[in-house]
């Protein structure tokens, strides 16, 4: 099985500030890797597919990267509604998902 | 408005059974794969199976497997996923979502608000 590991666990930030959120498989996945936000309470939201094509009506501040076994995510400037949980997940081989990253106000 | 709107959650003992549908609608069900996807309380997302368009390739993981049973009805554009032996550590909000492009090995770009099953005594 392929395990997926995000960090940091969690991130304090402030608004118009630039994150990065790691994400590394215990194996090659190629470019299979998604990132989804989820708000609390929320069903989580596609943000990027094959590890960097931004998903359609989802803001340009949002990009991916990586290939093989290291990914990140990154937010240029952090907006108010960026505060959330994210998430990575690989389809190389079944799916699995990173155990999440808090992104939060600082 | 492409939508997937699950129900059938609720509270169930354990050992008991409970099958959850997902009801599509705004595209083209039978030509997409459909997962389930779980997430107990406070914790992150968990892939629990798959179904390929037409229903004859499914995967499950090894948490579920022997347990849970995926199907569709293309005719009813719904997804369901039959729960048995079920157990407390099962208690979550179940997602049904989309498989982006259609191919079950692909990100998963809709998904249903949930509905949430209780295991408990």
């Known amino acids: 099985d392929i395990q997926m590991t995000q960090s940091p666990s969690t991130l304090s930030a402030s608004v118009g500030d630039r994150v990065s959120i790691t994400c590394r498989a215990s194996?090659?996945?190629?470019?299979?890797l998604a990132w989804y936000q989820q708000k609390p309470g929320k069903a989580p939201k596609l943000l990027i597919h094959k590890a960097s094509s931004l998903e359609s009506g989802v803001p340009s501040r949002f990009s991916g990267s990586g290939s093989g076994t290291e990914f990140t995510l990154t937010i240029s400037s952090l907006q108010p509604d960026d505060f959330a949980t994210y998430y990575c997940q690989q389809y190389n081989s079944y799916w699995t998902f990173g155990q999440g990253t808090k992104v939060e106000i600082k | 408005q492409v939508q997937l709107v699950e129900s059938g959650g609720g509270v169930v003992q354990p050992g008991r059974s409970l099958r959850l549908s997902c009801a599509a609608s705004g595209f083209t069900f039978n030509t997409y794969a459909l997962h389930w996807v779980r997430q107990a309380p406070g914790k992150g997302l968990e892939w629990v199976a798959v179904?390929?368009?037409?229903?004859?390739?499914?995967y499950y993981a090894d948490s579920v497997k022997g347990r849970f049973t995926i199907s569709r009805d293309n005719s009813k554009n719904t997804l369901y996923l039959q729960m048995t032996s079920l157990r407390p550590e099962d208690t979550a909000v179940y997602y049904c979502?989309?498989?982006?492009?259609?191919?079950?090995?692909?990100?998963?770009?809709?998904w249903g608000k949930g509905t949430t099953v209780i295991v408990s005594s």
């Open positions: 194996q090659s996945i190629s470019s299979w």
């Open positions: 179904i390929s368009y037409d229903g004859i390739n499914k």
């Open positions: 979502a989309r498989a982006h492009g259609g191919g079950y090995l692909s990100a998963l770009d809709v």
